[in-house]
Nanobody, 122 residues
């Protein structure tokens, strides 16, 4: 089993930056792909970014491409989401998840974190 815990959310002004972290435990961290999703009030959860177990391949939603960077440090059992040039529409609860591959990141989630709130003020 995989357990995930997010941290790093908060309140930031538009144009600012935040870095989210997702700590994994319970299964060899380097054995699974990981992803970030977000859910804004009244909206469905949406994909943000994904990364392979090795960190060699990443993918992003068009809405965050060029502004967000996903990365992982397998030695620290932690994945990150660096968010720059934040916009009010990035306001949401951000969740991390684990899956066998990046191709299954949306269809076969092994686990979800509890979420961390990101609020971007205009």
């Amino acid at each position: 089993q995989v357990q995930l815990v997010e941290s790093g959310g908060g309140l930031v002004q538009a144009g600012g930056s935040l870095r989210l972290s997702c700590a994994g435990s319970g299964r060899t961290f380097s054995s699974y792909a990981m992803g970030w999703f977000r859910q804004a009030p009244g909206k469905e959860r949406e994909f943000v970014a994904a990364i392979t177990w090795s960190g060699n391949y990443t993918s992003y939603a068009d809405s965050v491409k060029g502004r967000f960077t996903i990365s992982r440090d397998n030695a620290k059992n932690t994945m990150y989401l660096q968010m720059n040039s934040l916009k009010p529409e990035d306001t949401a609860v951000y969740y991390c998840n684990a899956s066998p591959t990046t191709a299954t990141i949306q269809s076969v989630p092994w686990a979800w974190g509890q979420g961390t709130q990101v609020t971007v003020s205009s």
